[in-house]
């Protein structure tokens, strides 16, 4: 088995174009401090992205429309209570399992 050499170096272009926006964060703020607006908008990323993910799901649900409106209020009541982002998503999960579990 021959292996290509343009698909190995695509995989190793790949590889680089990934790896050099995670690494260069840790590069140009090393030993530096963020200001504190910064900050706070960093820590709302998770949450941003996490909501970003399950709106569209719940306009798109096709069974039922409150499947979606009760997971997304249950995800939006535990980030608004300060959650854990892991915690967020297994929250929804059970309040979405004990749903159907009556409905």
């Known amino acids: 088995m021959t292996v290509n ?3 190995v170096l695509m995989i190793i272009g790949m590889g680089l174009v990934t790896y050099i926006p995670r690494m260069l964060p840790f ?12 900050q706070g908008i ?8 996490l909501g970003a993910l399950i709106f569209p799901a719940v306009l798109y649900i096709q069974e ?3 499947y979606g409106i ?18 967020v998503v297994i929250g929804s999960i059970a309040v979405l399992s004990v749903y159907s579990f009556f409905f």
Not at 27 to 38: A, D
Not at 73 to 86: E, P, Q, S, Y
């Open 5 to 7: 050499k343009e698909i």
């Open 27 to 38: 590069i140009m703020f090393r030993g530096k401090e963020l200001p504190p607006f910064i």
């Open 42 to 49: 960093l820590k709302n990323v998770p949450y941003a992205t």
């Open 64 to 66: 039922d429309i409150w």
């Open 70 to 87: 009760v997971g997304a209020a249950a995800a939006f009541a535990a980030a608004f209570l300060g959650a854990n982002v892991i915690v």
